[in-house]
């Protein structure tokens, strides 16, 4: 990815046993420098298919260097907590 350049997360939740996606899971996600400190931070629900993704600009501005994405899960419904992280790199 590039300064400028336009990001997506993208998650899905599905029942462990029917594996049909679980609407209404609220989502929550953490968007972070490699120094920890918090850059973007997003809110939501999965939609009627248990999917869920946010889109963001880069800064232009922001120091290049690796960024990590945490997003959780959690439904009282479900009785779930999810929590899922991954890593991407800015020139």
């Known amino acids: 990815m ?16 029917s594996k049909q996606g679980i609407p209404g899971v609220n989502m929550k996600g953490t968007v972070t420098y490699a120094s920890r400190l918090p850059i973007y931070e997003f ?23 690796t960024f990590i994405v945490v997003v959780s899960a959690s439904s009282e419904q479900y009785s779930l907590r999810i929590v899922e992280s991954t890593l991407f790199e800015v020139f």
């Not at 590039?2 to 046993?17: C, F």
């Not at 946010?54 to 800064?59: F, L, N, P, R």
Request: glycine share 12%; proline share 3%; net charge negative.
């Open 43 to 65: 809110n939501g629900k999965s939609d009627g298919n248990g999917n869920f993704s946010y889109s963001w600009t880069i800064d232009k501005d922001v120091e290049p260097g």
């Open 2 to 17: 590039e300064r400028g350049d336009r990001q997506t997360v993208i998650a899905q939740v599905l029942d462990s046993q």
